[in-house]
Structures are given as C-alpha cells and as structure tokens.
C-alpha cells in the first residue's frame, strides 16, 4: 500500500466513565464541600505556588472530577497547604482540605508517598 504523506491517527475520545472515580469519591466522603467547587479559578488566582510553579487547583479540581488521577498525582505534591485557596472561594470550598485528603487518599489506593 502506497502511503499518500498522510495517516489515519486514533480517534481523541476519553472515555470519564472508565476513569477511576475511587480518589474523588474518597473526597467528597470526607469533605462534601467539594461538590460545591464550580472551577471558577479564584484559588488558583491567588496560589503562591501557582505564581511560582505550574501548579493550579482548578486544574486539580477538574481533573480529579473527570477521573484522571494520573496527572493528580503528580502535580498535587507542589501544594503547600497554606489555606489561602480556602480564604476566596466564593463557594465556601475547603479546598485546603480537599488536597489534604486527596493526598490521604493516594496514599491509601496507591501506596504513594506524599
């Protein structure tokens, strides 16, 4: 077969009902005002690390919603835990809590070290 400079690539498609959903279960468990988060941004406009570093809650919030513990896992170790995220959530999100416990919850599905 003759290739003509082009190929068919697979399709993009993710597919969040086959994601795992175990971390963010584990959270809304422990801390119910994460499902009031609607990713408005403003934790992440007012992060330290965020203005130092890649690092951005809203991302993490979305991401750990749509099931891609993956990524999560990896960015989550950059937060510092300062609360100021907690401080303007307009929601009243005690996103401080949220990476606490999602970091306790890698801890205990994947035996990852904090």
């Known amino acids: 077969m003759e290739k003509f400079g082009f190929t068919l690539t697979k399709a993009r498609v993710i597919d969040y009902d086959r994601n795992d959903h175990s971390i963010v279960d584990f959270i809304m468990e422990r801390e119910p005002s994460f499902k009031a ?66 970091k306790q919850a890698f801890q205990k599905f994947d035996n990852y070290a904090v």
């Open 37 to 102: 988060c609607i990713e408005c941004g403003c934790c992440s406009a007012t992060c330290t690390t965020g203005n130092f570093t890649g690092f951005s809650l809203r991302e993490i919030n979305v991401l750990l919603k749509r099931g891609e513990n993956d990524q999560v896992r990896k960015k989550i170790k950059k937060c510092m835990l300062c609360g100021k995220c907690s401080l303007v959530c307009p929601r009243g999100v005690n996103t401080r809590n949220v990476v606490f416990v999602a």
